[in-house]
């Protein structure tokens, strides 16, 4: 049998899409999900959300915004298996089964943990649920039986640790029940917000998609852009410049080309040329996918039916393997809970 490999990532629904989360992966996994080669599984990762925001009252309502903005981006429920990390009972039951295969100290190492325990100055008050971040997360994948995970590089550590309780899984099991994923990075440059740092919820410098044509315009003309270019006839520096590389990104053919010499020569200035520029560049770019949006946001019963079915095509994959390891660890597996008729 030749059965397609899977694709498999998560996102996890602090809120809305912006342009980094579309621009950086949501894209990327739009074309694979096209590219007819894969079997694609992508999800809502409500559990990882609430570990890293444990604001539970709101989980709900931002999973069913993220699965709109996914729609409305290109990825298609009946191309590929969309569906939210928590519709899923067998999740929490492979979790459990990983974490007896790696050590505390092994998860302390994670240099993910390392740098948010910093960050946010945990001081031995850090949830549980942050240090098995990983351990979870490689569940996702495992369960089911991922090979290719698109994701930034900031997620390597995890996918090494899934790589690493994998191989475990496998010899512990004697029979190779999990493929050894890899992570399939994103080349993309990094998506600029309105501050010029990396555009990111927690910093609040983002452009979302459900942002109005005149939200955007007006975060367009407060982007912070060439600082050496102080005077509209002062020569620019294009490739220094977070304006430019944010509408590099949706270059089509040369459109941008005379801009750039333009801006080099100081024939034209930020606010006068640019910036009107590249609010119409994004407001025509996002014109299609917020009218899908809109459409989506309000049917609640439409969203949760869409949850609905790819849980179902997801549970049948999910209870295959978790039966497969059950099986041969020795617990439980009562025919009437893990065998369909
Ligand atoms: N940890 C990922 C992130 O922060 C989200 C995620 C959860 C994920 N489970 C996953 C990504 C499994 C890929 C595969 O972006």
């Not at 179902?312 to 393997?321: F, G, S, V």
């Amino acid at each position: 049998m030749n059965r397609k490999k899977i694709v498999l990532s998560g996102i996890r629904p602090t809120a809305g899409l912006h342009l980094g989360n579309i621009l950086g992966a949501v894209e990327n996994m739009v074309k694979l999900q096209n590219l007819d080669e894969y079997e694609c599984y992508y999800f809502i990762a409500d559990y990882h959300a609430a570990t890293t925001n444990p604001a539970f009252s709101t989980i709900r309502e931002n999973s069913l915004e993220v699965l709109a903005d996914m729609i409305s981006c290109g990825l298609n429920p009946e191309k590929s298996v969309i569906f939210r990390q928590s519709d899923i009972p067998e999740l929490p039951q492979l979790h459990l089964i990983f974490s007896y295969l790696i050590t505390v100290s092994e998860l302390e190492r994670n240099p993910v943990y390392k740098e948010q325990k910093q960050e946010l100055h945990l001081n031995g008050n850090g949830l549980s649920s942050f240090l098995l971040y990983p351990v979870l997360q490689a569940a996702d994948i495992c369960l089911y039986k991922g090979a290719f995970i698109p994701v930034g590089k900031d997620q390597v550590p995890h996918i090494e640790i899934t790589r690493e309780i994998a191989r475990r899984a496998n010899t512990l099991c004697n029979r190779e029940i999990f493929p050894l994923p890899e992570a399939l990075l994103t080349e993309m440059p990094k998506i600029p917000g309105i501050d010029g740092r990396k555009m990111s919820k927690s910093y609040s410098n983002f452009i979302a998609l459900s942002d109005s044509p005149e939200e955007t315009k007006e975060k367009v003309f407060q982007m912070v852009t060439d600082v050496k270019k102080p005077r509209l006839s002062d020569p620019g520096h294009p490739d220094e410049c977070n304006l430019y590389q944010l509408m590099k990104c949706y270059e089509n053919g040369n459109t941008f080309v005379q801009i750039k010499e333009d801006c080099k020569e100081g024939k034209i200035g930020c606010r006068k040329v640019c910036k009107p520029l590249l609010s119409q560049v994004l407001n025509e770019a996002l014109s299609e996918p917020r009218k899908i949006r809109n459409e989506l946001i309000n049917d609640n019963n439409g969203l949760e039916n869409v949850l609905k079915k790819g849980a179902e095509k997801a549970r049948n994959k999910a209870l295959e393997t978790v039966k497969e390891v059950r099986t041969a660890l020795g617990f439980s597996v009562r025919i009437e809970d893990y065998c369909q008729e």
